[in-house]
């Protein structure tokens, strides 16, 4: 823009710091400061990190983790078992067992405990913890593969309305004003409802194909947007010109040239994505939308408590202060990334 | 002019094809004349009612002449009745409405009030104590799901302490304005807390764009006071994207605040389309998924040109 | 208050005391020394020029001036004595009374210098609003007459346009009715033109030539082209990472100049036949680094003229005249200098 900016940042490398501490200089701030500079973003960083495998590596190995039947092997009394379905009349609705405070409304029969577990047990005496972790293996699932097929079609739909311009953008430019005409909530609803009744009239038990649909549809829009937004940055790029007047097909360019470089911003839109979609799942689920028996959703199990809240807060709390904090490692994630992008952009 | 025109048409086209899919939808839903009829209550009516109901749905037509029909009733305002209970449709939607747009205006306006001062004042010390604090509180409200937040406080402040009621009543502000405040007091802050969340991470990053100008230290060495750089100079150019997400966000939150709704139990227009789904009320279902259409695209296309007020480069030649 | 301040000042004397001045930034690659310990000082309604390469720190000895930094991880030293006025120790609150009333400011960007969102009207008449108070009206009246002597076309019409409405010439002109209009007694001047045509370079420098008369007010003009100090300017700093290296008046400057550097700079003038933005190549080598300057003489590396004792030991400014100081161990003239002169195959001798 003006000439010596950048001829300060090319000679003068001192700029280029400059440049990336912008975030640290506040033109206003008139009170001399120490200096100060910020470590604690890496640290966030690692400690979301580091929630989030647990979380993976639980959903993904639920089954073989000792949690899942630890309640079987800590009493000798069989009858106290308690798993993630198995019922247990004997172990509904216990506080979990660091919640001195909290009572259970429900009668302690024999030498059955008063509380139990990390997470306590819900109405049908299942364990929430073994209960939650399983969730997560459904809530991530949802997740991962709403987000994977919205980042391929609504990446291929901002692709193509990119680097082709003209009546082809404007055509699916106009889908995507459609599409997001409908009401979110309201056109997910609608789908799941519909698969819902073309298998049986009355809502038994829903796979997750239906949510996986609806939330699929729903991540379209923004992701097509914002690919297409960088896409029309790079595709006037000198290396995509020069591809082209090289004679290169459009959809090589498209694969070669454009999406890689494209891809920063879809993998940091695909982590929020995911974590918006999470959320969707849930709220569906709240709507008493969502995946039903046997393994729940993290949704399913915060809506499944709210009539016990009054009773019995664990059912619906615990589930929803892990989803909490893993939507939150996943933000600080997504944000820690796209601040490393956007950087490395400035510079490079 | 040549923007504003091809802006209308756009509106138009996405107008026309809501209209068109919604009537449609309804010949693609499985066994609808079967839910009408069970809807209404099968043993209740008889034969002749049942095709007259039939009838006034035209489900037997052709899809265009059905769609015909459908814009002819949405245009003249003959929107017919529930199937149960028999209340107009056009008074179930303003009933809805009107609950809605209430909490939507709160909602935002809680939402503005918190976010913009506090998106000011971090912008303005970025990197200090209230910034880093503000932005992590930002950040945790975005990340809370509205259910969980509902759920949350809905245990402490009506559950343990009874402070709110648990299930909120539609009390007009004029009858009752204690009673209309605690009743609306918690859908709002469970509504606002994660906009505030977003409002102020928007404003935030774009102030301190903004502060970084060179007009900004023009204004600093005209020996203009701070916070009048701030409000009076930085704040406008940087409402860009604030202005574009509360936006959408008036047409979003008509018909999707469902879940604050259904967590207080409020008969907003969202809530009575979900459980209209569940209850087979298709008509008042595809009435009310148009009506939220129009108030969405018609935000949107206001937008677009409150942007020229914002910004007065964007009235000669627009850039997007 | 200020206006018959303005009115009754004394027009003599001196205007403005800067002694050691240091600005340091504190950066994560280390502390950045801007501004390095400068010392000089400027009568009433005079002009200073101060010229450098690209990066010396001109534009940060002239914002420290007027104390005009972002605070944070910055650090500072050194005294500013503005008509007996202690600066740097002032509040904000005060030095914003200042700011715009007494000293003002123009910048190199006119592009960018104006608020986009903000009428050009509204923007002159502020300085007017918050320092004199003026109503409205008043302060309407007074910017059309600024306008009109900056000489600017149709003013009625200009008071409520955009910046985006106006040539790049025309907001250069606005940010200097803006600067004068409460009658400033210092007029800072961050290289106006460099971001301008060539063919209204010249018409803007003239513009403050003539207001800066006119209104007797002192003028401290950045550039990094010493062809534009040579007319407009009554005394000349030099400036080299961060430091002063030759300060004299202007005629003196270019007939007896004492630094290799000077010369260098004097060496790359634009000539006519240039475009308009050539920058400063004639100089061998990087500039300096200023978070680890060279050792001794800063400019050593660079010189061809450089001995041992130039890259150990940093020279002292000295007098060659009483008013013509220099740091330099051999500056034009010496012995040295006409010794590489000759092996350069250059004839030794004045300019
Ligand atoms: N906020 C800052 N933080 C760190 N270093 C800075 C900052 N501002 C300026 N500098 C550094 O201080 C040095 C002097 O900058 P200054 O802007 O005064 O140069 P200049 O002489 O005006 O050059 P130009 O001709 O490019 O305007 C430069 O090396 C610059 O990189
Ligand atoms: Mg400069």
Redesign the interface.
């Not at chain 1, 997001?180 to 309201?186: K, N, V």
């Given at each position: 823009?003006?000439?010596?900016t950048l001829?300060?940042v090319s000679?003068?490398?001192?700029?280029t710091?400059?440049l990336?501490?912008?975030?640290?200089?506040?033109?206003?701030?008139?009170?001399?400061?120490p200096?100060?500079?910020?470590r604690?973003g890496r640290i966030t960083m690692w400690v979301s990190g580091a929630w989030l495998l647990f979380i993976v590596f639980s959903a993904v190995g639920a089954s073989f983790l000792p949690y899942v039947n630890h309640s079987c092997d800590q009493f000798e009394n069989e009858d106290l078992c308690t798993t993630h379905v198995e019922t247990n009349p004997l172990l509904a609705e216990r506080p979990p067992s660091w919640a001195l405070f909290s009572e259970t409304s429900r009668p302690v029969v024999g030498d059955a405990p008063e509380r139990f577990g990390l997470f306590g047990t819900d109405t049908n005496g299942y364990d929430l913890f073994s209960r939650t972790m399983f969730g997560a293996r459904n809530s991530l699932l949802i997740g991962a593969l709403s987000i994977s097929f919205g980042i391929l079609i609504g990446g291929m739909l901002g692709l193509v309305a990119g680097y082709m311009g003209k009546r082809v953008d404007k055509i699916i430019d106009?889908i995507m004003?459609?599409l997001?005409?409908?009401?979110?909530?309201?056109l997910a609803?609608?789908i799941v409802?519909?698969f819902d009744?073309?298998t049986t009239?009355e809502a038994e038990s829903r796979s997750i194909v239906p949510i996986v649909i609806a939330l699929v549809i729903l991540s379209i829009p923004p992701i097509a947007r914002l690919v297409r937004a960088n896409t029309i940055v790079f595709a006037q790029r000198e290396f995509v010109l020069a591809a082209r007047s090289l004679g290169a097909k459009n959809s090589r360019i498209i694969m070669r040239e454009i999406l890689p470089n494209v891809m920063p911003a879809m993998v940091t839109f695909a982590i929020t994505g995911m974590?918006i979609l999470i959320?969707a799942e849930?709220?569906l689920a709240?709507?008493g939308l969502s995946v039903t028996a046997p393994t729940p959703t993290w949704?399913a199990m915060?809506?499944g408590g709210?009539t016990k809240?009054?009773t019995a807060?664990w059912i619906?709390?615990m589930p929803?202060i892990i989803?909490?904090v893993t939507?939150?490692a996943i933000?600080?994630l997504g944000?820690a990334l796209s601040e490393k992008f956007r950087i490395r952009e400035a510079i490079g | 002019m040549k923007y504003f025109l091809r802006k209308l048409g756009q509106l138009v086209i996405v107008v026309f094809a809501v209209t068109f899919t919604v009537s449609l939808a309804l010949g693609a839903i499985p066994y609808a004349e079967e839910r009408i009829i069970a809807a209404k209550g099968s043993g209740a009516i008889n034969e002749e009612e049942k095709n007259k109901l039939l009838d006034s749905l035209n489900l037997r037509e052709p899809t265009l002449v059905q769609y015909g029909y459908f814009v002819g009733d949405l245009v003249t305002l003959d929107w017919g009745v529930t199937l149960n209970g028999n209340q107009p449709i056009s008074s179930s939607i303003s009933d809805g409405l009107k609950i809605s747009l209430r909490l939507m205006i709160y909602g935002q306006l809680v939402a503005l009030l918190l976010a913009i001062p506090a998106a000011v004042f971090a912008a303005y010390r970025s990197g200090g104590l209230f910034d880093r604090f503000s932005t992590t509180f930002s950040f945790g409200f975005i990340s809370t799901p509205n259910y969980v937040l509902a759920t949350v406080l809905g245990l402490l402040l009506t559950v343990r302490w009874k402070l709110f009621p648990a299930i909120s009543t539609d009390v007009g502000f004029f009858e009752a304005p204690w009673d209309h405040f605690t009743n609306f007091f918690l859908p709002t802050i469970v509504l606002a807390l994660p906009l505030a969340g977003t409002y102020m991470r928007l404003l935030r990053s774009d102030l301190i764009n903004t502060l970084q100008s060179d007009f900004i230290t023009t204004a600093r060495a005209k020996g203009v006071s701070t916070p009048r750089i701030l409000f009076g100079h930085a704040l406008r150019p940087s409402l860009f994207s604030l202005v574009t997400a509360a936006a959408v966000n008036v047409g979003a939150l008509v018909g999707g605040s469902v879940v604050v709704e259904t967590a207080f139990n409020l008969n907003g227009l969202g809530r009575r389309t979900v459980l209209g789904i569940f209850a087979s009320e298709f008509r008042l279902v595809q009435i009310t998924v148009v009506v939220l259409a129009l108030v969405y695209v018609m935000t949107n296309f206001l937008v677009d040109i409150l942007y020229g007020f914002l910004d007065p480069r964007v009235r000669v030649g627009r850039l997007g | 208050m200020s206006t018959l301040q303005t009115a009754f000042r004394r027009r003599t004397g001196t205007l403005l005391r800067v002694e050691d001045l240091v600005t340091h930034f504190v950066t994560a690659g280390g502390v950045v020394r801007a501004v390095d310990g400068v010392t000089f000082s400027l009568d009433h309604g005079k002009r200073l020029g101060v010229v450098g390469e690209s990066g010396c720190g001109k534009t940060i000895l002239a914002r420290s001036i007027m104390g005009l930094l972002p605070h944070r991880n910055v650090i500072r030293q050194g005294s500013v004595l503005f008509e007996g006025t202690e600066l740097t120790t002032m509040s904000l609150k005060d030095r914003q009374k200042i700011w715009g009333a007494e000293m003002a400011m123009i910048f190199q960007d006119p592009m960018t210098s104006l608020n986009p969102v903000m009428k050009i009207g509204k923007q002159l008449a502020e300085p007017l609003r918050i320092h004199l108070g003026s109503s409205r009206e008043n302060a309407r009246a007074i910017v059309l007459k600024l306008l009109e002597d900056v000489g600017i076309p149709e003013p009625e019409k200009r008071f409520d346009q955009y910046a985006h409405e106006l040539s790049g010439g025309m907001r250069q002109r606005i940010m200097i009715a803006m600067a004068l209009a409460c009658g400033p007694s210092v007029l800072f001047a961050d290289e106006p033109t460099t971001a301008l045509d060539v063919t209204v370079q010249a018409q803007i420098l003239d513009l403050i030539e003539d207001q800066c008369r006119e209104r007797e007010m002192a003028l401290v003009l950045v550039t990094h082209d010493l062809g534009v100090v040579a007319g407009h300017t009554d005394q000349i700093i030099v400036m080299y990472a961060g430091k002063i290296i030759e300060v004299a008046p202007t005629a003196s400057l270019f007939s007896k100049m004492k630094m290799p550097y000077t010369e260098a700079l004097f060496q790359s003038i634009p000539k006519l036949e240039d475009p308009s933005h050539t920058r400063l190549t004639a100089i061998g080598g990087r500039p300096p680094n200023l978070i680890l300057p060279p050792e001794g003489c800063r400019f050593s590396p660079r010189c061809p003229y450089a001995t041992d004792k130039c890259r150990t030991i940093e020279p002292e400014l000295q007098a060659a005249e009483p008013d013509h100081l220099y740091a330099c161990h051999h500056p034009v003239g010496s012995d040295r200098w006409s010794e590489v002169q000759v092996s350069l195959g250059r004839r030794p001798g004045g300019h």
């Open positions: 823009m003006d000439s010596s001829v300060s000679d003068g490398w001192v700029r710091t400059t990336t501490d912008t975030a640290t200089l506040d033109p206003l701030h008139d009170e001399p400061t200096p100060r500079f910020r604690r106009t004003n459609i997001l005409a409908f009401p979110a909530l309201l609803i609608f409802g519909f009744s073309s009239t974590a959320v849930g709220a709240y709507l949704g915060i809506f709210q809240l009054e807060w619906s709390i929803s989803l909490f939507v939150l933000n600080l944000d | - | -």
